[in-house]
């Protein structure tokens, strides 16, 4: 099994349809570390996955820039979506119900360095990058303390990705 997967996302719907995909392997206890700079794509990911995972594609997902934290509710579980954005310190993140969240949901969080020691071991980290063009990303998942192998979820999500 790779280490790592990198995904050339030509436009938007690329975007889409892998958080769509990352989606379905996603349950409860699972941690999902959205990596990249301003503009790169970590909301956009973000709200496709959301919108998959609840079955919804019509759920208003906002930017949690300013709330810090969304939730919502799953097939796989109650999932919650942090911007960390405008965190300066750990610390903050105890106030957020950070704790229950990691513990008992799915955890989208953007801007994942500002966790600092709180961000699980366990994750999958998702690095949005620019891509060639101004509508092109390139994502590259990583498995992190053993995310998924008790399920097998990094080889089934590349194996659909194989399939694509």
């Known amino acids: ?33 959205l990596w990249g700079n301003l503009g790169a794509g970590k909301t956009e990911f973000a709200r496709a996955l959301i919108r998959a995972a609840s079955g919804s594609g019509e759920i208003e997902v906002p930017s949690p820039t300013f709330t810090l934290l969304q939730s919502y509710e799953a097939g796989a579980g109650r999932i919650h979506h942090f911007d960390l954005y405008r965190v300066t310190h750990p610390d903050e993140l105890t106030e957020l119900g950070w704790d229950d969240a990691v513990a008992d949901g799915i955890v989208l969080v953007e801007w994942p360095e500002r966790a600092g020691a709180l961000l699980p071991a366990t994750r999958l980290d998702v690095v949005m990058e620019f891509g060639p063009v101004a509508t092109a990303r390139r994502a590259t998942l990583r498995p992190t303390g053993g995310w998924g192998d008790e399920r097998g979820a990094f080889a089934a999500l590349q194996a659909e990705l194989q399939g694509e």
Do not use: F, K, N
Request: aromatic share 0%.
């Open 1 to 33: 099994m790779v280490d790592s997967q990198t995904i050339e996302l030509p436009d938007v719907d690329a975007t889409a349809r892998l958080a769509r995909m990352l989606a379905s392997h996603l349950r409860a206890g699972d941690t999902v570390a």
